[in-house]
Each structure stands twice: as structure tokens, then as C-alpha cells.
């Protein structure tokens, strides 16, 4: 069994516990915060009928981060798609079509297609 803390120590350990406390709401807060600017400043799942009372200002900014991001979600799907078959969009594309030379499908795909996918000319077999 301890002895009993003098009341200086007694002082010193309620103000550290006093300053943890203040530290972990500030912590809190600021976690908050980022949260909310992860999410274009919206709080997460924003609901339309949430949207109704805000400013216009506040609306307009909300609208413009959002189609930053929806264009680089565009150039990234458009980096992703690009090489890769139209058909199956699995493979890299690997055959030109005859007769309209596109080069649209894989190796796998090709052997079936009856039209081109692109432009729906009907392809030529391989002979």
C-alpha cells in the first residue's frame, strides 16, 4: 500500500490528466475535421434533401470539387480501359478486325466475334 501523494503531487498529476484530456479532444477535433475535408467537405453519405438549406456558395464549392474528382475518376477508368478488349475488357487488345481494321478485341475474343464491336461492320473470318 502506497502512502498517500502529497497535495503538490497530488496538483501536478491532476493538471497532467487535465492536459491529456484537453489533448485528446483536440485530437478528436482535428480528426473530425479531416474527415470532413476527405469528403469534399461534406459529411459522408450526404443525402440530396441535406443539400437544400446550404448556401449557394457553399453548394457551388461542393459542386466544383466534385467534378475535379469525377474527371479523375474519367482519366483513370480512360487509362484502364484503353488497352484493353472490348469485348471481354479483360485482355489486352491484340487483333485488327477485317474489314474495318479496328483494334478493338483480344486473341481469345476475336475468334468469335461476327461484328466488329466498335463500329458493328461485320468482320471477314480468317481464311
Same mark, same amino acid.
Given at each position: 500500500?502506497?502512502?498517500?501523494?502529497?497535495?503538490?503531487?497530488?496538483?501536478?498529476?491532476?493538471?497532467?490528466?487535465?492536459?491529456?484530456?484537453?489533448?485528446?479532444?483536440?485530437?478528436?477535433? &482535428?480528426? *473530425?475535421?479531416?474527415?470532413? /475535408?476527405?469528403?469534399?467537405?461534406?459529411?459522408?453519405? !450526404?443525402?440530396? $434533401? #441535406?443539400?437544400?438549406?446550404?448556401?449557394?456558395?457553399?453548394?457551388?464549392?461542393?459542386?466544383?470539387?466534385?467534378?475535379?474528382?469525377?474527371?479523375?475518376?474519367?482519366?483513370?477508368?480512360?487509362?484502364?480501359?484503353?488497352?484493353?478488349?472490348? &469485348?471481354? *475488357?479483360?485482355?489486352?487488345? /491484340?487483333?485488327?478486325?477485317?474489314?474495318?481494321?479496328? !483494334?478493338?478485341? $483480344? #486473341?481469345?475474343?476475336?475468334?468469335?466475334?461476327?461484328?466488329?464491336?466498335?463500329?458493328?461492320?461485320?468482320?471477314?473470318?480468317?481464311?
Amino acid at each position: 500500500i502506497r502512502p498517500p501523494l502529497p497535495s503538490f503531487q497530488t496538483a501536478i498529476a491532476e493538471q497532467q490528466r487535465d492536459e491529456a484530456l484537453s489533448h485528446v479532444k483536440a485530437l478528436t477535433e &482535428k480528426l *473530425e475535421q479531416m474527415k470532413m /475535408s476527405g469528403n469534399n467537405g461534406c459529411p459522408p453519405n !450526404y443525402r440530396p $434533401c #441535406d443539400l437544400r438549406g446550404m448556401p449557394l456558395a457553399k453548394l457551388k464549392s461542393i459542386q466544383a470539387k466534385l467534378r475535379e474528382e469525377i474527371e479523375e475518376v474519367e482519366i483513370v477508368l480512360y487509362q484502364e480501359t484503353a488497352n484493353k478488349c472490348m &469485348k471481354c *475488357e479483360e485482355k489486352n487488345r /491484340s487483333v485488327t478486325l477485317v474489314p474495318c481494321n479496328h !483494334y478493338v478485341v $483480344c #486473341d481469345t475474343c476475336a475468334t468469335t466475334q461476327r461484328e466488329c464491336p466498335y463500329c458493328q461492320t461485320p468482320v471477314t473470318p480468317k481464311a
